[in-house]
């Protein structure tokens, strides 16, 4: 038996509702965000979760920290009940689970220095005062690539990729088992995309660090995951390991996100599969498979039953109808 996952999620649900009326009295309706989710993550392991924006994969990383409250489902971190947790204990929980956000200009505050922004989860924790959070701060900066002295300074001196650093210095600040990287290169040019997330790679060797790297590209997630799960309008379409993925993507949703990445060999050749329309409502989504309205091999099956999120052999979860009828 293999050892169990640091991370387990189960059946998460997040529905936001949406109110209309009086002083916004009566609900009306609500945002299925996330219906239905289930994933695990190894220790050590890169767990990639894309799709296009809307999907819910955002919503995902920050339900499994909590930063908002689920609808329903379940979360599991080191065998606990992440959702059970009073504020106390999640408190704690907090320091082994940490997030790295998409925009390093919005998510550092531009009042205070690079010193304090780092040092802040050292203090929020208790871990270090003084001249030892000084100290950390500075062998912090260190290991992500800056220098020491950039602790004086403030977030608007620095560019992009070194503002998404501090940010992965401050994650990292806690010694953390898990961290949510959510699409924490999006914001950035694509020449200094590649250094942050082999910066990523490296402290992940380093640190033994786990991550979910959520990204709306697959090109994005190719080097850095172990695994990768596609999210179509709130549940995950297929999860696999990353070369059955990218060599044998077995959902029709994955096979049109593939064709869209560009190859680098003019030689070669790629059908491309063209997504028609826009991605559909979450407020009302489809019936039975969500993506029938702009899958290419739709069946009449498709608009009523909604396919099962089922392993198709070797740990190949995909929910398509057709998929299952070729096994
Ligand atoms: Fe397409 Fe039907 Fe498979 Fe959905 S279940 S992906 S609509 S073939």
């Not at 994933?39 to 499994?64: A, H, M, P, Q």
């Not at 040019?189 to 990523?200: E, G, P, R, T, Y």
Request: glycine letters at 8%; one cysteine or more.
């Amino acid at each position: 038996m293999g050892a169990a996952p640091l991370l387990e999620v189960k059946n998460l649900v997040k529905h936001f509702p949406i109110y209309k009326g009086w002083l916004l009295s009566r609900q009306v309706g609500s945002v299925k965000a996330v219906d239905g989710v289930t994933f695990t993550i190894n220790r050590g392991e890169t767990l990639g979760l894309v799709g296009e924006s809307g999907c819910g994969k955002s919503t995902t990383g920050r339900l499994i920290l909590r930063l908002i409250e689920p609808t329903s489902g379940e979360v599991w971190f080191e065998g606990n009940n992440v959702l059970s947790l009073d504020r106390e204990q999640m408190r704690a929980l907090r320091k082994d689970m940490q997030i790295i956000f998409q925009d390093p200009y919005a998510s550092l505050n531009p009042r205070m220095t690079v010193g304090d922004i780092i040092g802040e989860p050292l203090r929020i924790h208790g871990i270090a005062s003084g001249r030892e959070r000084e100290k950390r701060v500075k062998e912090l900066l260190e290991v992500v690539g800056l220098s020491s002295y950039h602790a004086r300074r403030y977030p608007h001196e620095f560019s992009g990729g070194q503002r998404q650093r501090i940010g992965v210095a401050r994650a990292l600040a806690v010694n953390p088992k898990l961290i949510v990287c959510d699409e924490p290169v999006s914001a950035l040019d694509v020449s200094i995309q590649a250094q942050v997330i082999n910066l990523l790679q490296d402290l992940q060797e380093q640190y033994g660090l786990t991550y979910l790297f959520i990204a709306h590209d697959l090109s994005v997630v190719k080097h850095i995951s172990d695994r990768v799960a596609v999210m179509y309008l709130g549940k995950i379409v297929e999860l696999t390991d990353k070369n059955s993925l990218y060599q044998n993507p077995l959902h029709p949703y994955t096979k049109a996100l593939l064709s869209a990445i560009p190859i680098p060999d003019p030689t070669l050749v790629r059908e491309r599969t063209l997504l028609e329309g826009d991605v559909p409502s979450p407020i009302n989504p489809p019936s039975g498979c969500r993506f029938h309205t702009r899958c290419p091999v739709a069946e009449e099956i498709c608009k009523h039953q909604e396919p099962a999120f089922e392993d198709v052999g070797g740990g190949h979860y995909v929910a398509c109808h057709l998929v299952k009828k070729s096994q």
